[in-house]
């Protein structure tokens, strides 16, 4: 069938470049080409990441790595310790996905699209269906 079903859910509340990214993705695990989707799903981690204060640069000049975004996202209260399993699961895919010559199972890319889909969901969605009900999410926005 084409074009092919794009698995996933469109995220409501995502910044302009990320839901292109996510839509790019989808539309990859849609084609089958798995490793390319987790390529993707791998650069939405650190987007996720600098959107939610990390510096894009490190002292190096050179983007933070995959570790620095966890570990910065877990300390910003985006994620919590116990998605840093499944949230480590979409670097470590990505991961392999970027530096190994195999491609990737489907089983392996379906787990990182759902990871991914969460973690957009958790950073993305739900602050912006606050947003929608009028409720402030941060600070700033309630003053």
């Known amino acids: 069938m084409y074009p092919p079903v794009r698995p996933f859910a469109r995220v409501e509340g995502l910044p302009e470049a990320d839901e292109r990214i996510w ?3 989808r539309t990859c695990f849609g084609a089958s080409a798995y490793t390319a989707a987790v390529m993707l799903c791998r650069k939405l981690l650190l987007h996720v990441a600098v959107d939610k204060g990390l510096s894009p640069r490190n002292d190096k000049g050179r983007a933070p790595s995959f570790k620095e975004c966890v570990d910065h996202l877990e300390s910003e209260g985006v994620i919590t310790r116990s998605m840093l399993s499944w949230v480590d699961r979409i670097k470590d895919v990505g991961n392999e996905a970027t530096h190994e010559i195999n491609p990737l199972t489907k089983g392996d890319a379906e787990a990182v699209g759902a990871f991914t889909q969460q973690l957009l969901t958790l950073a993305y969605a739900l602050d912006n269906m606050m947003r929608e009900q009028g409720v402030p ?4 926005e309630s003053q």
Do not use: N, P
């Not at 999410?137 to 700033?140: A, K, L, P």
């Open 23 to 25: 839509d790019e993705a």
């Open 137 to 140: 999410v941060s600070d700033e």
